[in-house]
């Protein structure tokens, strides 16, 4: 460490990673009483922590091979100006945030192997092509890990990887205010609704939307006047919109990320994509199945690649089918139907407090993830000023 604070480049490369560093920075600041300096790129969050950045994340957050294509040559520009601003600056450790594509092509093309290269997210390897491990291997010399069974089975492969806890625990949920939401958008205090969350990707929508809407159907035989609230982001908000057109009970749609939680929270049962909203979901006190369905081509060709017996964070954790998993041909309407059903009828509270336990060792209710991961990155700078 400099006599300034240490230096840390940090590098987010998409806006969930950006949400990330911006926890992240606030943290380091906490952890130094201030004295931290930063470098990188990052956008709005990481900005507004005092972030000068390098260039506009922007850029980096193009997803698939055929959209990265036309933009090869500016990322692999990106790529060398980036890993040439370390080697300039020589800052006490590289910090890339998610975006993994891109956190190697900087990671590898730094040339001064002293500096600490930590990589915050460590990739579920365990689920998908585990072989992947020796390339990170190569290029960070730490992991920072959301999920607490991680840092023993990169450990396995020599990668030192350090449990943070995952971000999803520090959001708004203590905010929430289910009875207000009722209020505004006029459901009854004792009606039910049912919270359904169709995914936060075009193709997600599109495959889920059929057999949600007839579960919905269904459910409606037996809650003649079941409400369904739908929370979902600006990217499928179109699709989403269009898929619930078809759909046969009342249909709230909440587009305002302020109100995701408060809208969670004043429903009794969810339906959901798999993915982190789940986890939104526990944290609200709201039972829920998850959902899921790839191409059929897909899913013979990918099946054999997997390595993991759950979908759902909740029970990856857990290692236990707390919440239901209706996965390919199991996502039909009756199945469902009867999973949500059971819940509605009796076993939602019980899978409620079986989902506790987990989402404490996902870091709930204790030193929240960004602070971990602060104190983790501050560890790492301390061993090695001490090994230099």
């Not at 950006?18 to 992240?24: I, K, P, Q």
């Not at 090869?72 to 594509?101: S, Y």
């Not at 590898?108 to 992947?132: F, S």
Request: proline content about 7%; aromatic content about 8%.
């Amino acid at each position: 460490m400099t006599r300034e604070g240490p230096l840390i480049y940090l590098l987010a490369g998409e806006p969930s990673g950006d949400l990330l560093g911006g926890r992240l920075m606030a943290a380091l600041k906490t952890a130094t009483g201030g004295a931290v300096r930063f470098m990188g790129v990052g956008g709005p969050a990481m900005q507004a922590q005092g972030l000068e950045s390098q260039f506009p994340m922007a850029e980096l957050s193009v997803m698939g091979i055929v959209e990265v294509l036309p933009h090869a040559r500016l990322l692999f520009r990106r790529m060398r100006e980036a890993a040439a601003a370390v080697d300039n600056a020589v800052p006490d450790a590289v910090v890339t945030i998610d975006a993994p594509a891109f956190a190697h092509g900087v990671a590898k093309r730094i040339r001064n192997k002293n500096i600490p290269r930590i990589h915050y997210v460590a990739p579920q390897l365990w689920a998908w092509r585990p072989w992947r491990v020796h390339k990170f291997k190569r290029h960070f010399d730490h992991l920072l890990a959301l999920l607490p069974f991680e840092p023993e089975w990169f450990a396995r492969y020599g990668v030192d990887c350090r449990f943070v806890g995952h971000p999803v625990v520090e959001s708004e949920v203590a905010d929430a205010d289910g009875a207000a939401f009722r209020a505004r958008y006029e459901i009854a205090p004792n009606g039910q609704a049912i919270c359904v969350l169709p995914g936060s990707r075009q193709g997600e929508v599109a495959r889920l939307a059929e057999p949600f809407r007839d579960t919905l159907l269904q459910l409606q035989e037996r809650n003649p006047d079941l409400i369904a609230v739908v929370p979902t982001v600006a990217n499928v908000a179109e699709c989403v919109r269009e898929a619930t057109t078809s759909w046969p009970i009342r249909t709230v749609i909440v587009e305002d990320r302020a109100e995701k939680f408060s809208a969670m929270a004043a429903c009794n049962v969810g339906l959901a994509a798999s993915g982190t909203v789940t986890l939104e979901l526990a944290l609200s006190g709201v039972p829920f199945v998850v959902a899921y369905k790839l191409s059929p081509v897909t899913y013979f060709l990918g099946r054999p690649l997997f390595h993991i017996s759950y979908i759902n964070l909740i029970n990856l954790t857990a290692g236990a089918e707390i919440v239901p998993e209706y996965i390919q041909s199991k996502c039909n309407p009756a199945a469902l139907c009867a999973g949500v059903s059971r819940l509605l009828e009796g076993e939602g509270a019980a899978q409620v407090a079986a989902m506790q336990p987990a989402l404490e060792q996902l870091g709930a209710g204790s030193v929240v993830p960004s602070r971990r991961a602060a104190d983790a990155i501050l560890d790492i700078i301390g061993e090695a000023t001490g090994a230099a």
